[in-house]
């Protein structure tokens, strides 16, 4: 079955980096359009950043632009979420998703497999 697993979660200083990454198997990774969307207590799961299938076409939200930055290797079947000038506001559980559609895309119902997240805190 599909699985996606994502690690590299932590606790950071505001202003300091961190990268997660997210493992899949059970798929063909490179025909995926893969995603990071996150979500902070109390709120929705929100866009966080998203990769094509060759790595060449990536898309972010305008809270992580110029902080973040999404990678892929498909050899390892993995994706990466770099981040840096980390704030308190970016802590939220970090989930990675697959989708099968064209096109990168922020809307979460295009998702079709879901990683079970990792905690990211940002202390001020």
């Known amino acids: 079955q599909v699985q996606l697993v994502e690690s590299g979660g932590g606790l950071v200083q505001a202003g300091g980096s961190l990268s997660v990454s997210c493992a899949a198997s059970?798929?063909?990774?490179?025909?995926?359009?893969m995603a990071w969307f996150r979500q902070a207590p109390g709120k929705e799961r929100e866009f966080v950043a998203a990769?094509?299938?060759?790595?060449?076409?990536?898309s972010y939200a305008d809270s992580v632009k110029g902080r973040f930055t999404i990678s892929r290797h498909n050899a390892k079947n993995t994706v990466y979420l770099e981040m840096n000038s980390l704030k308190p506001e970016d802590t939220a559980v970090y989930y990675c998703a697959a989708s099968r559609g064209w096109v990168v895309t922020s809307d979460p119902l295009q998702y079709n497999y879901w990683g079970q997240g990792t905690q990211v805190t940002v202390s001020s």
């Open positions: 990769i094509n299938r060759i790595g060449g076409t990536t």
């Open positions: 059970g798929l063909t990774f490179s025909t995926y359009i």
